[in-house]
Nanobody, 122 residues
Framework: VQLQASGGGLVQAGGSLRLSCVASGRTLSNYAMGWFRQAPGKERDFVASISRSGGVTFYADSVKGRFTISRDNAKNTGYLQMNSLKPEDTAVYYC????????????????WGQGTQVTVSS
């Protein structure tokens, strides 16, 4: 499986970005999907996850109410809509998938995308 993440960039605080993650080589509907982020010098942290059908979502407290995870299985693509961005959201964002139910642990993901940089200026 290959995952291609895109959509990152530089944005001012309060702005929005939409990240995309396109899967190839497998049918995305067989996998739960998650987004994680890693700031310089810090561990990779859970951001959001979505079930295989898209019916169940879960968010880290730090992004709840600001970020929305979604997916379009027909397009083999997942999304992370990020609104009201803050400087502390600055990180490399990674998409990941795993067979079975979603999981917040980075070590329990099966495949990773290459990451896309999000920088929020104050």
């Amino acid at each position: 499986v290959q995952l291609q993440a895109s959509g990152g960039g530089l944005v001012q605080a309060g702005g929005s970005l939409r990240l995309s993650c396109v899967a190839s080589g497998r049918t995305l509907s067989n996998y739960a999907m998650g987004w994680f982020r890693q700031a310089p010098g810090k561990e990779r942290d859970f951001v959001a996850s979505i079930s295989r059908s898209g019916g169940v979502t879960f968010y880290a407290d730090s992004v709840k109410g600001r970020f929305t995870i979604s997916r379009d299985n027909a397009k083999n693509t997942g999304y992370l809509q990020m609104n009201s961005l803050k400087p502390e959201d600055t990180a490399v964002y990674y998409c990941a998938i795993r067979q079975g139910s979603w999981d917040v642990s980075p070590i329990r993901q099966d495949y990773w995308g290459q990451g896309t940089q999000v920088t929020v200026s104050s």
